[in-house]
């Protein structure tokens, strides 16, 4: 049974930093993400990092201040956030999905969710 498992998120101040973890089981995964979604608004693509040359994507809006990466070993996913801004503030996806895809950026790639972690930036 696949499991994801979100952690790290929290209240920061604007220009802070925060680090989420994917804690991942039950499966091996081509394609993981982090999606968002603020309330009210559609689930936003944040980043994906895909296992072929562990190329890395990143929306407009968060591109030069987040970044992801995974631990292979430890079958964990992060996103390490930079210089937020109250605009991040959203609850955050870890998704994933078996294999390898160049359309990252779909909600609909991904088979796999985690529950969400919350993030919240004050001004």
């Known amino acids: 049974q696949v499991q994801l498992v979100e952690t790290g998120g929290g209240l920061v101040q604007a220009g802070g930093s925060l680090r989420l973890s994917c804690a991942s089981s039950g499966g091996t995964f081509d394609t993981m993400a982090w999606f968002r979604q603020a309330p009210g608004k559609e689930r936003e693509f944040v980043t994906a990092i895909r296992r072929h040359l562990s190329s890395t994507y990143y929306g407009n809006s968060v591109k030069g201040r987040f970044t992801i990466s995974r631990d292979n070993a430890k079958n964990t996913l992060y996103l390490q956030m930079n210089s937020l801004k109250p605009e991040d503030t959203a609850v955050y996806y870890c998704?994933?999905?078996?294999?390898?895809?160049?359309?990252?950026?779909?909600?609909?790639?991904?088979?796999?969710w985690g529950r969400g972690t919350q993030v919240t930036v004050s001004s």
């Open positions: 998704a994933a999905a078996t294999g390898d895809s160049s359309t990252y950026y779909l909600t609909t790639i991904y088979r796999y």
